[in-house]
């Protein structure tokens, strides 16, 4: 079966809005460099087109640090945290893609990625919530970015 955007992120909004995200954010992924501390995402830059040699030299991909990825707002509510985690997917300019997770929702109701982001091009950054008991994934939203020299 075959969803559109538009259908995924109706889809996806309708949801968090039930578990207590903001409408205006919730499913929209962010890309930048941020910071995690005490259950949220504190963003330092953000944007849709980044230099790899910039991040480099900042030590953006260190793990010491603000740190380059992906965030996105799912919600606080505790039956949503307690019930679901987040798992995300990136795909390189190559199209080679790689999924992470799961992971526990942030405290702050957030979910987050950091990604090598190391081959210049354009990348793709897809979130889903895992069900803590059965496993099933749903999409929360996606973005692209790209990555010059």
């Not at 999924?99 to 702050?108: K, L, R």
């Amino acid at each position: 079966m075959a969803f559109g955007k538009s259908a995924i992120a109706l889809g996806a909004t309708a949801l968090l809005g039930i578990f207590g995200a903001s409408p205006a954010s919730a499913g929209t992924p962010h890309c930048g460099v941020f910071t995690e501390d005490t259950g949220s995402v504190s963003i330092v830059t953000e944007g849709l087109e980044f230099s790899t040699s910039k991040l480099m030299n900042e030590r953006r991909f260190s793990g010491v640090g603000p740190q380059f990825g992906c965030w996105v707002e799912i919600g606080t509510s505790p039956e949503l945290r307690g019930s679901q985690t987040y798992s995300y997917r990136f795909t390189e300019p190559s199209g080679k893609s790689v999924e992470i997770g799961p992971f526990a929702i942030q405290a702050g109701g957030f979910g987050s990625g950091k990604i090598p982001a190391y081959y210049t091009g354009t990348w793709r950054m897809e979130f889903f919530l895992v069900g803590r008991d059965n496993g099933a994934k749903a999409p929360i939203g996606a973005t692209s970015f790209t990555i010059t020299p």
